[in-house]
């Protein structure tokens, strides 16, 4: 079975531009939540979509912001983009919602703003 | 306002002997913990669990004993091998009236085992 896929693997943007991220899930499985890693922060979670539905947000300004297809397939796009938006992206698939079922990670989007 | 601090950010130790990584946590709505391993260019992958109802649980080389009375938990690797060298993530879930809260995870503690 295919694990998470998360495209582009890396990109360059900046200041002020858009960008949007990628993330298809496990085969059947039905959550998709989007998490930033930063190295003074650690992980932070972004937010869950469940059935293209938005079901959690974490602390994170408007201009993140996602969806989910009926694929199960989730996009988040950052816009305005800020040095600070530097990071790696990860997404993570769970069979049903990510608060009662095991996430599994993608290799993450390494998104440089300069 | 960090729920999840490992205040570690690195630990090095001998191939064989033991590698002890903490946890602390402060949100007491927390009910179950969850340790993640992450590889350069790779996602973390989960590694093991423990529920609140626990005060240990043990797999294979790892084990995570919790001190709920301490906010405390900790990730033992007996013995430790150089493929255990990557980032050790600590994360919590808590419990809100039945209603389960999002994933929270410490900024992690990167092992380095020696050979």
């Known amino acids: 079975k295919a694990g998470v896929t998360q495209t582009p693997r890396y990109l360059i943007k900046t200041r002020g531009q858009q960008v949007t991220l990628s993330c298809s899930p496990i085969s059947g499985h039905r959550s998709v939540s989007w998490y930033q890693q930063t190295p003074g922060q650690g992980l932070q979670f972004l937010f869950e979509y469940f059935s293209e539905t938005q079901r959690n947000k974490g602390n994170f300004p408007g201009r993140f912001s996602g969806r989910q297809f009926s694929n199960s397939r989730s996009e988040m796009n950052v816009s305005t983009l800020e040095l600070g938006d530097s990071a790696l992206y990860l997404c993570?698939?769970?069979?049903?919602?990510?608060?009662?079922?095991?996430?599994?990670f993608g290799p993450g989007t390494r998104l440089t703003v300069l | 306002d960090q729920q999840v601090k490992q205040n570690s950010p690195s630990l090095s130790v001998q191939e064989g002997r033991i590698s002890i990584l903490n946890c602390d946590y402060t949100?007491?709505?927390?009910?179950?913990f969850l340790w993640y391993k992450k590889y350069p260019a790779e996602g973390p992958t989960f590694l093991i669990s423990?529920?609140?109802?626990?005060d240990k649980n043990e797999d294979g080389r790892f084990t995570v004993f919790l001190n709920k009375s301490a906010k405390h938990l900790s990730l033992h690797i007996v013995p430790s091998q150089p493929g255990d060298s990557a980032v050790y993530f600590c994360a919590a879930r808590g419990n809100y009236g039945g209603s389960q809260g999002n994933l929270i995870f410490g900024k992690g503690t990167k092992l380095s085992v020696k050979p």
């Open positions: 993570a698939s769970s069979l049903g919602t990510a608060q009662l079922n095991e996430q599994f």
């Open positions: 949100n007491s709505m927390f009910d179950y």
């Open positions: 423990i529920s609140s109802i626990k």
